[in-house]
């Protein structure tokens, strides 16, 4: 890249619960300023859960902004000052009411680096004990069963369409398929 930043200017223009709004003035290597409208997100946490059999649990959840329900992962923010990993057990058990004994870090993604400072960090969760949950009071979920291969087929049809848990469930069927990430 030939062009530099050399000069940046930050600005909240709204806080907000969760996110913050921000527009930033920059100014590059070629002394031209430009404007930068984006969102400061905390970051996330993403699970894919194994029960036997190579069953997942998988949750429909309302959204309001598309005014609809999607087929997603559990996943949830990251509380100030919280282990990324602490974060990822906590949203298991509170929206799957299943404690995870084993948890494995498989990366993370950037949604849109555009306009979002977000970065979803996934893991794959297994050897699970049922507990109960305690979903957030202004959650709208139920959680399902399915196969692991059904999950890619519901994809494919274009049912699953949430990007994070499209990205979680192609990494762990890439890294299956490359033998280096086991089955059960």
């Known amino acids: 890249m030939k062009k530099k930043v050399i000069k940046s200017e930050h600005q909240v223009i709204r806080k907000g619960s969760m996110i913050d709004f921000c527009v930033d003035t920059i100014t590059l290597s070629d002394n031209k300023s430009y404007t930068r409208e984006y969102v400061k997100h905390p970051g996330a946490v993403a699970i894919l859960p194994f029960l036997d059999n190579d069953q997942i649990i998988l949750e429909n959840n309302y959204r309001h902004p598309f005014n609809k329900t999607l087929i997603e992962i559990p996943a949830g ?27 494995i870090p498989v990366g993370s993604m950037i949604p ?39 999950a890619i087929k519901l ?3 274009d049912k699953i369409n949430d990007a994070k848990t499209i990205s979680l469930l192609l990494k762990v069927k ?8 086991k089955k059960d």
Do not use: C, H, W
Not at 77 to 102: D, F, H, Q, S, V
């Open 77 to 103: 923010k990251l509380e100030p000052n919280e282990r990324i990993e602490e974060a990822a057990l906590r949203e298991l058990e509170e929206e799957t009411g299943y404690k995870a004994n084993t948890i």
């Open 112 to 150: 849109v680096g555009a306009y979002s400072t977000e970065i979803i960090y996934f893991f794959v969760a297994y050897n699970l004990e049922k507990t109960k949950t305690n979903q957030d009071e202004d959650e709208m979920l139920e959680t399902f069963v399915t196969s692991f291969d059904e």
């Open 155 to 157: 994809i494919l049809e």
């Open 174 to 181: 890439l890294l299956r398929d490359l033998g280096k990430f």
